[in-house]
């Protein structure tokens, strides 16, 4: 099991930035291969917003390509998002999750609110 606990949320006007942070614990940590952050829309469904494999190759959804940038410290075991240019549909509960090996954990941390206003 790995321990997610995220951070940096807040309330924001629509082209406002915010940086968020994930912090990972427990003795899997070690074996993390790859790291993501999600976010769920009132409503909706939990979705992928971006990832990050191997430390290096990234992936984002089509909505948030060219504003939000996810990078990690394979140190500290930790996972940043940085948004800029925030929209109304960027609001949501944020959540990371992390890789071990070949699966993705199936538990997760309370995430972080990030609201956007118009």
């Known amino acids: 099991q790995v321990h997610k606990v995220e951070s940096g949320g807040g309330v924001v006007q629509a082209g406002g930035s915010l940086r968020l942070s994930c912090a990972t614990s427990?003795?899997?940590?070690?074996?993390?291969?790859?790291m993501g952050w999600y976010r769920q829309a009132p409503g909706k469904q939990r979705e992928l917003v971006a990832a990050?494999?191997?430390?290096?190759?990234?992936n984002y959804a089509d909505s948030v390509k060219g504003r939000f940038t996810i990078s990690e410290d394979n140190a500290k075991k930790t996972v940043s998002l940085q948004m800029l240019n925030l929209k109304p549909e960027d609001t949501g509960v944020y959540y990371c999750?992390?890789?071990?090996?070949?699966?993705?954990?199936?538990?997760w941390g309370q995430g972080t609110q990030v609201t956007v206003s118009s």
């Open positions: 999750n992390v890789r071990v090996g070949n699966t993705w954990s199936s538990n």
């Open positions: 990050i494999i191997g430390g290096r190759v990234t």
């Open positions: 427990g003795r899997s940590t070690n074996y993390i291969t790859a």
